[in-house]
Every structure is written in C-alpha cells, then in structure tokens.
C-alpha cells in the first residue's frame, strides 16, 4: 500500500506539470490581455480627457503608446521576459506554493483564495451534507420498497427538483421569500448582516444560517436525485444476490439482512466517491447562485479573472484545483481497500 501511495504521489507531479503547460501555452495566445487591457484603457480615458477639454493622458490619440511605455507596461506584467523563462519561473514558485500576486486586487492569489473560501465552505458543506444525510436513507428506502406509490412519488419529486436549473431555482425563490412580490422572509444577499459583529454568539449562528437558506436551498435540490437513485441502485443490486437469499434462509430478519449483510457492500460505489464529491462541493462554487444571491466567493472571483485576464488567479486557483482534484482521486482508490480489504494495489500494479 506505501508503494502504490508513493507511486501515485510521484504521478501528480507531471499531471501537474502537463497541465499547467497546455494551459499556460494557450493562455499566450488568447486576446485582450492584460496588457491590451489597459492599453484601451488610456484610449478610453484619453478621448474621454479630449471631450472635456483636458490635454493630459499617458495615451496620445491616434499615436498610442511609444515603445518605452510599451515595454514598461510589459515589464509590470512581466512579459518583457521570453515564453519559457516566465514557465519556469512559474513553476519553481508553485513548488513552494507561491501563486503570485493579482493584477488587478493587488494582492497575492492566495491570500484572495483564502478570503473567498469563507463562502465556498458555507455553499460546499451544507451541500455535501445535506445532499448526502438526506439521499441515501430516501435511497435505501426506495429500494427496500421498490414499487411503490412511495418510490414512484418520490422520484417524480426529485426528477422536477433534478430538471430544474439551480439559478431558476434561486431566483423563484428570491421573488416568493425574499422580499420581491409575495413575501420578505429571507435575506436577500450576503453570509451575515452589516450588524453581525454586534450580534451576540446565538444571534450570529441564527443570522449566518437564516442568510444560508435561500442559497442552500437552490444548491441542493440538484443534487438528490443523483445520489438518491445510485443508492436506491446499489441496494437493489445487492438486495437481489445470492447471499442475500440465503441469510433470508437462515432466518435472519430483514432489518439484519439489510444493515449487516447488504449495507456494506452496496455503500461501495458512494463512499468511494466522498473524497470527489467532498473536494468538488468545497471549492466548485456555483457561479450563479454566487451572483443571485450577492455571494462573493471562488466562483465570482474566477469568473471575473477569465474576464480581466488575470492570469496569476487563472493559473493559481486552477493549479490548487487540479492538485486537490488528484488528491481526491487517490483518497477515493483508498477507500476501496477501506471498504473492501480484498482489493489489493500491489497485486494489480504488478
């Protein structure tokens, strides 16, 4: 097991590089970068200072930019350096986890990372866990009364819930509970209320959860039917095998045949994919319902350095996301010999 472990560590590193040379490679040729970014810029500010009279600007109309300004625009970008070298240099600093700084916040890409996870922890928990403590025990319950008007009834809901988008969802919701036409019950934006700090601690839990129905709600209604109708699936599987029919033989009752004998194995294909679902939910921030409800987190933020050509934010979130994207993969293959101790790595590698 320390060997494949080893092994699959010694992996990520040039996945990590390969990715971040395919995508810093087509990054040099998108347009609008930076540096063209603020080059019309000036042209903007510069026929805006002509319209009212003013002589003043670093753009001179149809002259542009002369080429000593040029290359200093580039050097504060740093583009005055070639292609490979400003690669490497990129690299060496990932190493160490240096993401360098934004050009825009003027602030260092980790530092805006950490600043927007407070919003991507509060979207990405709730739903792990509500989606997760709500679907299997409806899963486990379709199956065990497959069928029925229940199970029928049930997946009708959640196929409605399932086929409606989460920002529909979000702004229904918005216009009923949140002050449009009908009712102001909910809080339309933001974690927390302007006065949150003066709150007393029960007055700040209340607060923060009250903020967090509204979003939390649009995000999870998605989610069950996936996780629902996999477990429902992996009983029903199970429920019909050999063994099964024989602890039923036994005598066994069937609250024991299905908790000691089917819940083991048939919670393979869901606990495996914890880590994935974990990791995603965390830092894959949904970028509307961030906007409906004025949440600024990681989504927002790498919506808009796509926008900008804020290459540090580009690269860096997507140099953590990829990271934490194998780590996830290689907690998942764990989870196997976990789950099941039959399953051997050794073996199967050699």
């Avoid at 625009?73 to 990129?90: I, S, T």
């Amino acid at each position: 097991m320390a060997a494949y472990i080893l092994k699959r560590l010694l992996l990520m590193i040039p996945t990590l590089f390969g990715v971040m040379l395919v995508t810093f490679f087509i990054i040099q040729f998108v347009p609008g970068g930076p540096v063209e970014q603020l080059i019309s810029k000036m042209q903007h500010q510069s026929a805006s200072g002509e319209a009212g009279g003013s002589s003043v600007s670093l753009y001179r109309g149809n002259a542009g930019l002369d080429a000593e300004r040029l290359e200093k625009l580039k050097a504060l970008y740093g583009f005055d350096k070639p292609v490979h070298e400003r690669f490497m240099d990129m690299v060496m600093n990932y190493a160490t986890f240096n993401l360098g700084d934004s050009y825009f916040h003027h602030k260092s890409v980790m530092e805006l990372v950490i600043s927007k996870l407070p919003v991507s922890i509060s979207l990405g928990l709730w739903t792990f866990f509500i989606v997760y403590l709500t679907s299997i025990p409806l899963g486990i319950t379709k199956a065990v009364r497959d069928g029925s008007r229940f199970d029928v009834a049930s997946t009708t809901i959640i196929l409605i819930g399932y086929a409606i988008p989460g920002f529909v969802l979000g702004i229904t919701l918005l216009v009923l509970f949140g002050g449009g036409s009908f009712w102001s019950i909910f809080p339309l934006r933001g974690l927390v209320s302007d006065d949150w700090e003066a709150l007393s601690w029960y007055a700040r839990i209340t607060d923060y959860l009250w903020h967090m129905v509204l979003p939390i709600t649009a995000s999870v209604v998605g989610g069950f039917a996936i996780t629902t109708m996999l477990t429902k699936n992996s009983f029903i599987e199970e429920i019909r095998k050999q063994y099964v029919l024989t602890a039923r033989a036994k005598g066994l009752e069937e609250r024991a045949v299905l908790y000691k004998h089917v819940f083991r194995n048939a919670m393979i294909p869901l606990v495996t994919g914890f880590p994935a679902a974990f990791m995603g939910a965390f830092f894959a921030s949904s970028l509307l319902i961030e906007t409906i409800f004025s949440l600024d987190g990681l989504g927002l933020l790498s919506y808009e350095s796509v926008l900008k050509r804020d290459y540090p934010i580009v690269l860096g979130t997507l140099y953590l996301f990829t990271l934490l994207g194998l780590i996830a993969k290689l907690l998942s293959d764990l989870c196997y010999v976990l789950i099941d101790p039959r399953i051997q790595f050794e073996s199967a590698s050699s």
